[in-house]
Protein backbone atom coordinates (compact mmCIF):
# COMPACT_ATOMS: atom_id res chain seq x y z
CA UNK A 1 0.00 0.00 0.00
CA UNK A 2 1.43 3.73 -1.22
CA UNK A 3 1.29 5.93 1.94
CA UNK A 4 -0.70 9.10 -0.15
CA UNK A 5 -3.68 6.89 -0.71
CA UNK A 6 -6.73 5.72 1.70
CA UNK A 7 -7.25 2.79 0.66
CA UNK A 8 -9.51 0.42 2.76
CA UNK A 9 -10.36 -2.97 2.48
CA UNK A 10 -13.88 -4.23 2.30
CA UNK A 11 -15.08 -4.61 5.98
CA UNK A 12 -19.09 -4.72 7.06
CA UNK A 13 -20.75 -1.88 6.26
CA UNK A 14 -19.33 -1.71 2.64
CA UNK A 15 -20.67 -3.63 -0.29
CA UNK A 16 -19.61 -6.94 -1.38
CA UNK A 17 -18.02 -7.69 -4.23
CA UNK A 18 -20.64 -9.20 -6.73
CA UNK A 19 -23.74 -7.65 -5.19
CA UNK A 20 -25.91 -5.75 -7.70
CA UNK A 21 -25.34 -2.40 -6.44
CA UNK A 22 -21.98 -3.20 -6.39
CA UNK A 23 -22.03 -2.98 -9.81
CA UNK A 24 -23.61 0.57 -10.45
CA UNK A 25 -21.62 3.32 -9.57
CA UNK A 26 -20.77 6.65 -11.80
CA UNK A 27 -23.60 6.76 -13.60
CA UNK A 28 -26.26 5.73 -10.84
CA UNK A 29 -24.87 8.90 -8.10
CA UNK A 30 -24.31 11.06 -11.63
CA UNK A 31 -28.21 10.15 -12.52
CA UNK A 32 -29.36 11.02 -8.28
CA UNK A 33 -27.42 13.88 -8.17
CA UNK A 34 -28.99 15.33 -10.86
CA UNK A 35 -32.65 15.75 -8.92
CA UNK A 36 -30.88 17.95 -6.51
CA UNK A 37 -32.94 20.74 -4.68
CA UNK A 38 -32.34 23.45 -7.16
CA UNK A 39 -33.95 20.37 -9.97
CA UNK A 40 -36.82 19.59 -7.71
CA UNK A 41 -37.88 23.42 -7.71
CA UNK A 42 -37.26 23.34 -11.57
CA UNK A 43 -39.71 20.14 -12.20
CA UNK A 44 -42.17 21.52 -9.15
CA UNK A 45 -42.50 24.26 -11.07
CA UNK A 46 -42.78 22.84 -14.38
CA UNK A 47 -46.03 20.48 -12.81
CA UNK A 48 -47.22 23.23 -10.65
CA UNK A 49 -47.53 25.69 -13.82
CA UNK A 50 -48.67 23.54 -16.51
CA UNK A 51 -49.76 20.95 -14.96
CA UNK A 52 -49.54 17.58 -17.01
CA UNK A 53 -48.37 19.37 -20.19
CA UNK A 54 -44.54 19.19 -19.08
CA UNK A 55 -44.22 15.57 -18.56
CA UNK A 56 -43.15 14.40 -22.03
CA UNK A 57 -39.99 15.70 -21.59
CA UNK A 58 -38.54 13.68 -19.04
CA UNK A 59 -39.20 10.60 -21.12
CA UNK A 60 -38.15 12.90 -24.51
CA UNK A 61 -34.48 13.50 -22.87
CA UNK A 62 -33.78 10.09 -21.16
CA UNK A 63 -32.28 8.80 -24.23
CA UNK A 64 -30.46 11.96 -24.86
CA UNK A 65 -29.14 12.24 -21.21
CA UNK A 66 -27.91 8.44 -21.52
CA UNK A 67 -26.37 9.44 -25.09
CA UNK A 68 -24.51 12.16 -23.57
CA UNK A 69 -23.10 10.45 -20.18
CA UNK A 70 -22.25 6.78 -22.30
CA UNK A 71 -19.54 9.04 -23.96
CA UNK A 72 -18.51 11.22 -21.12
CA UNK A 73 -17.71 7.78 -19.33
CA UNK A 74 -16.53 5.82 -22.02
CA UNK A 75 -13.65 8.84 -22.41
CA UNK A 76 -12.86 8.31 -18.84
CA UNK A 77 -12.57 4.70 -18.95
CA UNK A 78 -11.02 4.39 -22.35
CA UNK A 79 -8.63 7.27 -21.79
CA UNK A 80 -7.66 6.57 -17.65
CA UNK A 81 -8.13 11.00 -17.56
CA UNK A 82 -11.21 13.43 -16.81
CA UNK A 83 -12.45 15.78 -19.49
CA UNK A 84 -10.59 18.50 -18.33
CA UNK A 85 -7.23 16.94 -18.86
CA UNK A 86 -7.94 15.54 -22.07
CA UNK A 87 -9.20 19.24 -23.32
CA UNK A 88 -6.15 20.47 -21.94
CA UNK A 89 -3.85 17.61 -23.92
CA UNK A 90 -5.96 18.46 -27.42
CA UNK A 91 -7.53 21.71 -26.97
CA UNK A 92 -6.73 25.79 -26.75
CA UNK A 93 -5.99 26.69 -23.37
CA UNK A 94 -8.56 29.99 -23.85
CA UNK A 95 -10.74 26.75 -24.39
CA UNK A 96 -10.14 25.24 -21.62
CA UNK A 97 -9.85 27.72 -18.82
CA UNK A 98 -13.14 29.39 -20.39
CA UNK A 99 -15.18 26.34 -19.83
CA UNK A 100 -13.36 25.20 -16.26
CA UNK A 101 -13.99 29.04 -14.92
CA UNK A 102 -17.53 28.92 -15.80
CA UNK A 103 -18.03 25.68 -15.00
CA UNK A 104 -16.63 26.15 -11.13
CA UNK A 105 -19.03 30.02 -10.80
CA UNK A 106 -22.34 28.01 -11.76
CA UNK A 107 -21.54 24.82 -9.43
CA UNK A 108 -20.93 27.22 -6.90
CA UNK A 109 -23.85 29.32 -7.09
CA UNK A 110 -25.68 25.82 -7.70
CA UNK A 111 -24.00 24.56 -4.28
CA UNK A 112 -25.62 28.19 -2.86
CA UNK A 113 -29.24 27.12 -3.94
CA UNK A 114 -28.84 23.40 -2.77
CA UNK A 115 -27.88 24.11 0.77
CA UNK A 116 -29.94 26.55 1.24
CA UNK A 117 -33.10 24.49 0.42
CA UNK A 118 -31.77 22.05 2.25
CA UNK A 119 -31.54 24.24 5.45
CA UNK A 120 -34.92 25.71 4.86
CA UNK A 121 -36.30 21.54 4.35
CA UNK A 122 -34.81 20.86 7.83
CA UNK A 123 -36.17 24.03 9.50
CA UNK A 124 -39.85 22.86 7.87
CA UNK A 125 -39.90 19.48 9.76
CA UNK A 126 -38.15 20.30 12.98
CA UNK A 127 -37.92 24.37 13.65
CA UNK A 128 -34.99 26.46 14.49
CA UNK A 129 -32.97 28.38 12.14
CA UNK A 130 -32.48 27.53 8.15
CA UNK A 131 -29.48 29.24 8.06
CA UNK A 132 -27.63 27.32 10.78
CA UNK A 133 -28.84 24.24 8.70
CA UNK A 134 -27.21 25.53 6.18
CA UNK A 135 -23.73 25.45 7.95
CA UNK A 136 -23.94 22.03 9.17
CA UNK A 137 -25.00 20.30 5.72
CA UNK A 138 -22.21 22.06 4.27
CA UNK A 139 -19.64 21.42 6.06
CA UNK A 140 -21.06 17.49 6.73
CA UNK A 141 -20.07 17.34 3.15
CA UNK A 142 -16.95 18.50 3.41
CA UNK A 143 -15.71 16.31 5.83
CA UNK A 144 -17.37 13.36 4.09
CA UNK A 145 -15.15 14.11 1.08
CA UNK A 146 -12.12 15.01 2.71
CA UNK A 147 -11.67 12.30 5.78
CA UNK A 148 -13.37 9.37 4.03
CA UNK A 149 -11.72 7.50 1.34
CA UNK A 150 -13.13 6.91 -1.94
CA UNK A 151 -13.57 3.04 -1.70
CA UNK A 152 -16.06 3.76 1.32
CA UNK A 153 -17.24 7.50 0.11
CA UNK A 154 -18.98 5.91 -2.94
CA UNK A 155 -21.10 3.16 -0.89
CA UNK A 156 -22.41 6.64 1.01
CA UNK A 157 -23.59 8.24 -1.83
CA UNK A 158 -24.74 5.04 -3.28
CA UNK A 159 -26.99 4.59 -0.22
CA UNK A 160 -27.52 8.47 -0.07
CA UNK A 161 -29.81 7.78 -3.78
CA UNK A 162 -32.56 6.08 -1.93
CA UNK A 163 -33.61 9.17 -0.43
CA UNK A 164 -34.83 10.07 -3.97
CA UNK A 165 -37.62 7.25 -2.94
CA UNK A 166 -39.43 10.00 -1.05
CA UNK A 167 -40.54 11.16 -4.32
CA UNK A 168 -42.04 7.53 -5.81
CA UNK A 169 -43.87 7.47 -2.87
CA UNK A 170 -45.11 10.70 -2.19
CA UNK A 171 -46.80 9.79 -5.87
CA UNK A 172 -48.18 6.96 -3.57
CA UNK A 173 -50.21 8.94 -1.24
CA UNK A 174 -51.72 11.51 -3.51
CA UNK A 175 -54.65 10.96 -5.89
CA UNK A 176 -54.09 10.45 -8.88
CA UNK A 177 -56.42 9.45 -11.69
CA UNK A 178 -53.72 7.06 -14.06
CA UNK A 179 -55.49 7.15 -16.87
CA UNK A 180 -55.99 10.72 -17.60
CA UNK A 181 -52.22 11.33 -18.03
CA UNK A 182 -51.02 8.31 -20.16
CA UNK A 183 -51.09 10.83 -23.25
CA UNK A 184 -49.75 13.44 -21.67
CA UNK A 185 -46.73 11.80 -20.50
CA UNK A 186 -45.93 10.65 -23.94
CA UNK A 187 -46.60 13.73 -26.03
CA UNK A 188 -46.31 17.27 -26.23
CA UNK A 189 -49.34 19.76 -26.26
CA UNK A 190 -50.77 20.65 -29.09
CA UNK A 191 -52.03 23.84 -28.04
CA UNK A 192 -49.37 27.10 -29.30
CA UNK A 193 -46.65 27.24 -27.14
CA UNK A 194 -46.44 30.42 -25.21
CA UNK A 195 -42.89 31.55 -24.25
CA UNK A 196 -43.16 30.78 -20.07
CA UNK A 197 -43.67 27.58 -21.78
CA UNK A 198 -40.81 27.07 -23.71
CA UNK A 199 -38.41 29.14 -21.06
CA UNK A 200 -40.06 26.09 -18.68
CA UNK A 201 -38.83 23.06 -21.09
CA UNK A 202 -35.50 24.56 -21.56
CA UNK A 203 -34.89 25.03 -17.72
CA UNK A 204 -36.20 21.58 -17.20
CA UNK A 205 -33.54 20.02 -20.18
CA UNK A 206 -30.93 22.57 -18.71
CA UNK A 207 -31.42 20.49 -15.15
CA UNK A 208 -31.55 16.99 -16.68
CA UNK A 209 -28.61 17.37 -19.06
CA UNK A 210 -26.13 19.37 -16.70
CA UNK A 211 -22.22 20.06 -17.80
CA UNK A 212 -21.49 19.10 -14.10
CA UNK A 213 -22.14 15.62 -14.82
CA UNK A 214 -20.45 15.03 -17.50
CA UNK A 215 -16.90 15.98 -15.70
CA UNK A 216 -18.18 14.20 -12.56
CA UNK A 217 -19.18 10.77 -14.38
CA UNK A 218 -15.65 10.82 -16.24
CA UNK A 219 -13.69 11.69 -13.28
CA UNK A 220 -15.66 8.33 -11.29
CA UNK A 221 -14.68 6.15 -13.97
CA UNK A 222 -11.17 6.94 -13.74
CA UNK A 223 -11.31 6.93 -9.80
CA UNK A 224 -13.27 3.26 -10.48
CA UNK A 225 -10.05 2.20 -12.92
CA UNK A 226 -7.51 3.67 -10.15
CA UNK A 227 -9.25 2.01 -7.26
CA UNK A 228 -8.68 -1.21 -8.46
CA UNK A 229 -5.20 -3.12 -8.20
CA UNK A 230 -3.23 -2.94 -11.60
CA UNK A 231 -6.05 -0.99 -13.10
CA UNK A 232 -5.61 0.43 -16.24
CA UNK A 233 -7.16 2.90 -19.10
CA UNK A 234 -8.48 0.68 -21.60
CA UNK A 235 -6.91 2.41 -24.47
CA UNK A 236 -3.87 0.72 -22.73
CA UNK A 237 -5.69 -2.70 -21.80
CA UNK A 238 -8.22 -2.56 -24.58
CA UNK A 239 -9.03 -6.63 -24.20
CA UNK A 240 -11.39 -5.66 -21.14
CA UNK A 241 -13.44 -3.33 -23.45
CA UNK A 242 -15.96 -5.49 -23.89
CA UNK A 243 -16.98 -6.33 -20.28
CA UNK A 244 -16.43 -2.54 -19.03
CA UNK A 245 -18.37 -0.95 -21.88
CA UNK A 246 -21.45 -3.32 -20.95
CA UNK A 247 -20.71 -2.37 -17.23
CA UNK A 248 -21.19 1.18 -18.24
CA UNK A 249 -24.17 0.80 -19.96
CA UNK A 250 -26.13 -0.85 -17.56
CA UNK A 251 -24.78 1.62 -15.05
CA UNK A 252 -25.70 4.00 -16.99
CA UNK A 253 -29.24 3.35 -18.52
CA UNK A 254 -30.09 2.70 -14.96
CA UNK A 255 -28.76 5.86 -13.06
CA UNK A 256 -30.44 8.13 -15.53
CA UNK A 257 -33.76 6.00 -15.72
CA UNK A 258 -33.92 6.42 -12.21
CA UNK A 259 -32.66 10.25 -12.12
CA UNK A 260 -35.24 11.11 -15.14
CA UNK A 261 -38.29 8.55 -13.25
CA UNK A 262 -38.03 10.62 -9.80
CA UNK A 263 -38.15 13.73 -11.78
CA UNK A 264 -41.20 12.28 -13.46
CA UNK A 265 -43.08 11.41 -10.22
CA UNK A 266 -42.30 14.77 -8.59
CA UNK A 267 -43.61 16.53 -11.70
CA UNK A 268 -46.57 14.36 -11.57
CA UNK A 269 -47.09 15.03 -7.92
CA UNK A 270 -47.14 18.97 -7.86
CA UNK A 271 -49.36 18.69 -11.12
CA UNK A 272 -51.69 16.82 -9.18
CA UNK A 273 -51.75 18.38 -6.41
CA UNK A 274 -50.82 21.77 -6.92
CA UNK A 275 -51.75 22.77 -10.35
CA UNK A 276 -55.30 21.10 -9.93
CA UNK A 277 -55.82 23.41 -6.85
CA UNK A 278 -54.85 26.48 -8.94
CA UNK A 279 -51.56 26.59 -6.98
CA UNK A 280 -48.99 27.84 -9.77
CA UNK A 281 -46.17 29.60 -8.86
CA UNK A 282 -43.38 27.41 -7.28
CA UNK A 283 -40.31 29.00 -7.03
CA UNK A 284 -38.21 26.84 -4.62
CA UNK A 285 -38.17 23.43 -3.62
CA UNK A 286 -39.15 24.03 0.29
CA UNK A 287 -42.68 26.18 -1.51
CA UNK A 288 -43.47 23.37 -3.19
CA UNK A 289 -43.10 21.25 0.38
CA UNK A 290 -45.27 23.67 2.10
CA UNK A 291 -47.64 23.88 -0.76
CA UNK A 292 -48.59 20.27 -0.70
CA UNK A 293 -49.16 20.06 2.90
CA UNK A 294 -52.41 21.17 3.26
CA UNK A 295 -53.31 19.62 -0.13
CA UNK A 296 -51.75 16.12 -0.29
CA UNK A 297 -51.31 15.81 3.65
CA UNK A 298 -48.54 15.88 6.43
CA UNK A 299 -47.22 12.67 5.22
CA UNK A 300 -46.91 13.79 1.20
CA UNK A 301 -45.17 16.73 3.13
CA UNK A 302 -42.57 14.74 5.18
CA UNK A 303 -41.84 12.93 2.67
CA UNK A 304 -41.44 15.43 -0.27
CA UNK A 305 -39.47 17.86 2.20
CA UNK A 306 -36.82 15.05 3.72
CA UNK A 307 -36.23 13.81 0.28
CA UNK A 308 -34.47 17.59 -0.54
CA UNK A 309 -31.71 17.31 2.28
CA UNK A 310 -31.25 13.41 1.18
CA UNK A 311 -30.47 14.93 -2.55
CA UNK A 312 -28.70 17.56 -1.51
CA UNK A 313 -26.91 15.69 0.46
CA UNK A 314 -25.95 13.70 -2.85
CA UNK A 315 -26.23 17.00 -4.67
CA UNK A 316 -23.71 19.02 -3.13
CA UNK A 317 -20.40 16.99 -3.37
CA UNK A 318 -20.92 16.14 -6.88
CA UNK A 319 -20.81 20.01 -7.31
CA UNK A 320 -18.11 20.47 -5.36
CA UNK A 321 -16.09 17.25 -6.49
CA UNK A 322 -16.85 18.35 -10.59
CA UNK A 323 -15.66 21.15 -9.95
CA UNK A 324 -12.20 20.23 -8.61
CA UNK A 325 -11.94 17.65 -10.98
CA UNK A 326 -12.07 20.20 -13.96
CA UNK A 327 -9.74 22.42 -11.79
CA UNK A 328 -7.39 19.77 -11.11
CA UNK A 329 -7.14 18.44 -14.55
CA UNK A 330 -6.58 22.02 -16.06
CA UNK A 331 -3.97 23.30 -14.05
CA UNK A 332 -1.94 19.47 -13.65
CA UNK A 333 -3.28 18.89 -9.66
CA UNK A 334 -3.07 15.26 -8.30
CA UNK A 335 -6.81 14.61 -8.09
CA UNK A 336 -8.37 11.62 -6.51
CA UNK A 337 -11.07 11.04 -3.53
CA UNK A 338 -8.64 8.48 -2.81
CA UNK A 339 -5.68 11.15 -2.03
CA UNK A 340 -4.82 11.85 1.20
CA UNK A 341 -5.23 15.91 1.90
CA UNK A 342 -1.30 16.19 2.11
CA UNK A 343 -0.85 14.66 -1.45
CA UNK A 344 -3.61 16.53 -3.29
CA UNK A 345 -4.10 19.52 -1.37
CA UNK A 346 -5.06 22.11 -4.05
CA UNK A 347 -7.74 19.27 -5.02
CA UNK A 348 -9.15 19.42 -1.77
CA UNK A 349 -9.13 23.37 -1.42
CA UNK A 350 -11.52 23.59 -4.44
CA UNK A 351 -13.80 21.43 -2.69
CA UNK A 352 -13.65 23.42 0.84
CA UNK A 353 -13.82 26.95 -1.29
CA UNK A 354 -16.76 25.57 -3.36
CA UNK A 355 -18.69 24.53 -0.45
CA UNK A 356 -17.88 27.25 1.81
CA UNK A 357 -18.39 30.27 -0.50
CA UNK A 358 -21.39 28.41 -1.70
CA UNK A 359 -22.55 28.08 1.45
CA UNK A 360 -21.83 32.21 2.22
CA UNK A 361 -23.93 33.21 -0.65
CA UNK A 362 -26.65 32.80 1.47
CA UNK A 363 -26.32 35.12 3.82
CA UNK A 364 -25.49 37.64 1.20
CA UNK A 365 -28.60 40.03 -0.19
CA UNK A 366 -28.47 38.21 -3.44
CA UNK A 367 -31.16 36.72 -4.48
CA UNK A 368 -31.29 33.27 -4.68
CA UNK A 369 -33.71 32.22 -7.24
CA UNK A 370 -32.19 35.28 -9.63
CA UNK A 371 -28.45 33.29 -8.48
CA UNK A 372 -30.21 29.63 -9.77
CA UNK A 373 -31.23 31.86 -12.85
CA UNK A 374 -27.71 32.72 -14.03
CA UNK A 375 -26.52 29.42 -12.82
CA UNK A 376 -28.59 27.93 -15.17
CA UNK A 377 -27.80 30.20 -18.01
CA UNK A 378 -24.07 29.53 -17.70
CA UNK A 379 -24.76 25.55 -17.40
CA UNK A 380 -26.70 26.28 -20.34
CA UNK A 381 -24.30 28.38 -22.45
CA UNK A 382 -21.55 26.23 -21.57
CA UNK A 383 -23.27 22.70 -22.19
CA UNK A 384 -22.73 23.04 -26.22
CA UNK A 385 -19.21 23.36 -26.44
CA UNK A 386 -18.55 20.94 -23.87
CA UNK A 387 -21.05 18.41 -25.77
CA UNK A 388 -19.55 19.35 -29.24
CA UNK A 389 -15.95 18.77 -27.76
CA UNK A 390 -16.71 15.68 -26.35
CA UNK A 391 -18.03 14.25 -29.32
CA UNK A 392 -14.87 15.50 -31.32
CA UNK A 393 -13.11 13.81 -28.93
CA UNK A 394 -14.77 10.15 -28.39
CA UNK A 395 -13.86 10.04 -32.41
CA UNK A 396 -10.41 10.68 -31.99
CA UNK A 397 -8.08 8.02 -32.59
CA UNK A 398 -5.63 9.68 -31.38
CA UNK A 399 -7.79 10.10 -27.85
CA UNK A 400 -9.44 7.53 -28.19
CA UNK A 401 -7.01 4.92 -29.74
CA UNK A 402 -9.35 2.21 -31.71
CA UNK A 403 -12.13 2.60 -29.30
CA UNK A 404 -13.50 5.19 -30.18
CA UNK A 405 -17.05 5.74 -30.15
CA UNK A 406 -19.66 3.62 -32.25
CA UNK A 407 -21.58 5.19 -34.80
CA UNK A 408 -24.56 4.53 -32.68
CA UNK A 409 -23.83 6.25 -29.48
CA UNK A 410 -22.33 9.23 -31.99
CA UNK A 411 -25.42 9.56 -33.82
CA UNK A 412 -27.43 9.73 -30.33
CA UNK A 413 -24.75 12.08 -28.64
CA UNK A 414 -24.46 14.41 -31.39
CA UNK A 415 -28.82 14.58 -31.29
CA UNK A 416 -28.28 15.40 -27.71
CA UNK A 417 -26.14 18.26 -28.52
CA UNK A 418 -28.21 19.56 -31.27
CA UNK A 419 -31.33 19.58 -29.32
CA UNK A 420 -29.35 21.22 -26.31
CA UNK A 421 -28.45 23.91 -28.86
CA UNK A 422 -31.91 24.46 -29.85
CA UNK A 423 -32.88 24.88 -26.44
CA UNK A 424 -29.76 28.00 -26.00
CA UNK A 425 -31.12 29.70 -28.48
CA UNK A 426 -34.97 28.95 -27.54
CA UNK A 427 -33.92 30.41 -23.96
CA UNK A 428 -32.39 33.49 -25.08
CA UNK A 429 -34.76 34.00 -27.91
CA UNK A 430 -37.72 34.08 -24.74
CA UNK A 431 -35.14 35.98 -22.90
CA UNK A 432 -34.87 38.89 -25.69
Known amino acids: ?????????????????????????????????????????????????????????????????????????????????????????????????????????????????????????????????????????????????????????????????????????????????????????????????????????????????SPYLFFWQASQEVEELNSKPGGQALRIAPQLARADFARIKIDTYIGMGFSNLVAFFIMLTTAVTLNANGITDIQTSSQAAMALRPIAGDFAFALFTMGIVGTGMLAVPVLAGSAAYAMAGAFKWKNSLEYTVSVAPQFYAIIVVATAVGTLLIFTPIDPIKALYWSAVINGVISVPIMVVMMLMAARTDVMGRLVVTSRLRRLGWLSTAVMAAAVVAMFVTAY
Not at 30 to 40: E, H, K, W, Y
Not at 162 to 188: D, M, N
Open 1 to 209: MTPHLRHETATDGTLEKGSWLSKLGPGLITGAADDDPSGIASYSQAGAQFGLGMLWTLIFTYPLMVGIQLVSARIGRVTGHGLATNLRRHYPPWLLYGIVSLLLIANTINIAADVAAMGEAARLVVGGHAHFYAIGFGLLSVLLQVFIPYSRYVSVLKWLTLALLAYVGTVFVVHISWSSFLSRAVLPPVFPWKSEYITTMVAVFGTTI
